[in-house]
T-cell receptor, first 113, second 116 residues
Framework: GNSVTQMEGPVTLSEEAFLTINCTYTATGYPSLFWYVQYPGEGLQLLLKATKADDKGSNKGFEATYRKETTSFHLEKGSVQVSDSAVYFCALRGPGANSKLTFGKGITLSVRP | GAVVSQHPSWVICKSGTSVKIECRSLDFQATTMFWYRQFPKQSLMLMATSNEGSKATYEQGVEKDKFLINHASLTLSTLTVTSAHPEDSSFYIC????????????FGSGTRLTVV
């Protein structure tokens, strides 16, 4: 079946530091890949997505590239801000109209001023 | 944009009692609602999918008689944890299918359930 593996957390960084959050996946076929973010007290929101190999999703300074050869979708940001403090979930959805989202464990990011 | 309001955000209950969690779509009609559960240090796991007006479809290993899902209207879905036990302590999140978002889903903010 499908699965998503995220690096262990939590992660604490100073403001303006470089961020990488690792995500690898196992899936049949060609899934779509997602990063969701959950700010304190809010619901999960889509941060970015990629639907095919070598696609790069980007939003709010975050980027992730769909790497089929390494089955990875690592999230990066060049300079984090305090407002980026949140929980980040990597997820995939298989092809097909009725396929469901499969999530990783999520990782908590705290950014210090 | 599309918003799903989930209540309560946290609840503590005694073993053997039942707890109801509500998810309301505030500005759209949620024909399909997904219910997830996340144990500490584990992934968000899909528990069930409910369509308005019909019985929910439960994932393998989820007890339908213990986790009662009602989706009687296009704006409200509820999850009732019946005869709760400490092992049911978890984080529960709902998600509605919505056309107004890029990924087609709008999530609630989650409910932290602690059974003592």
């Amino acid at each position: 079946g499908n699965s998503v593996t995220q690096m262990e957390g939590p992660v604490t960084l100073s403001e303006e530091a470089f961020l990488t959050i690792n995500c690898t996946y196992t899936a049949t076929g060609y899934p779509s890949l997602f990063w969701y973010v959950q700010y304190p007290g809010e619901g999960l929101q889509l941060l970015l997505k990629a639907t095919k190999a070598d696609d790069k999703g980007s939003n709010k300074g975050f980027e992730a590239t769909y790497r089929k050869e390494t089955t990875s979708f690592h999230l990066e940001k060049g300079s984090v801000q305090v407002s980026d403090s949140a929980v980040y979930f990597c997820a995939l959805r298989g092809p097909g109209a009725n396929s469901k989202l499969t999530f990783g464990k999520g990782i908590t990011l705290s950014v210090r001023p | 944009g599309a918003v799903v309001s989930q209540h309560p955000s946290w609840v503590i209950c005694k073993s053997g009692t039942s707890v109801k969690i509500e998810c309301r779509s505030l500005d759209f009609q949620a024909t399909t609602m997904f219910w997830y559960r996340q144990f500490p240090k584990q992934s968000l796991m899909l528990m069930a999918t409910s369509n308005e007006g019909s019985k929910a479809t439960y994932e393998q290993g989820v007890e339908k008689d213990k986790f009662l899902i009602n989706h009687a209207s296009l704006t409200l879905s509820t999850l009732t944890v019946t005869s709760a036990h400490p092992e049911d302590s978890s984080f529960y999140i709902c998600s509605a299918k919505s056309d107004g978002t890029k990924d087609g889903y709008t999530f609630g903010s989650g409910t932290r359930l602690t059974v003592v």
